[in-house]
């Protein structure tokens, strides 16, 4: 009989969809500053290429964490603002942006140390 499946870490789901590489950073962008046009999200995301946003925003939207809206004028527009689903996600940001501020100064002391010490023992 085979054992039963049990998660060491129930957020590991929660963390995988939110955590994935530039999620947080889409996301979090879009919640500061609402519905944002494909350039202006670019803008304030500089380091991602626009392939991966393009992709990042398809699976976000595939999620249901952003919504995408398309104007049928000329030239077309498409702008993109996440839902409340994603909204909802606000406290989790606020709280990480929190424990940054008040721990992120010993986690560089740490490394520091740790590198010092020429790694692993």
């Not at 129930?10 to 500053?33: C, E, K, Y």
């Not at 393009?54 to 104007?71: N, S």
Request: glycine residues 4%; hydrophobic residues 40%; contains cysteine.
């Amino acid at each position: 009989m085979a054992a039963p499946e049990f998660d060491p870490c129930p957020i590991g789901p929660a963390a995988d969809l939110i955590f994935g590489r530039w999620t947080a950073q889409v996301v979090w962008v879009l919640n500061h500053h609402g519905r944002l046009r494909f350039t202006e999200l670019q803008r304030m995301v500089p380091a991602i290429t626009p392939k991966v946003l393009t992709g990042r925003l398809r699976q976000l939207e595939r999620d249901g964490l952003v919504e995408r809206t398309y104007h049928a004028e000329m030239p077309p527009r498409v702008e993109y603002a996440t839902t409340p689903l994603a909204r909802s996600l606000t406290p989790v940001f606020d709280a990480l942006a929190t424990w940054s501020d008040a721990h992120l100064d010993q986690i560089a002391t740490a490394r520091e140390r740790y590198d010092a010490a020429d790694g692993p023992r």
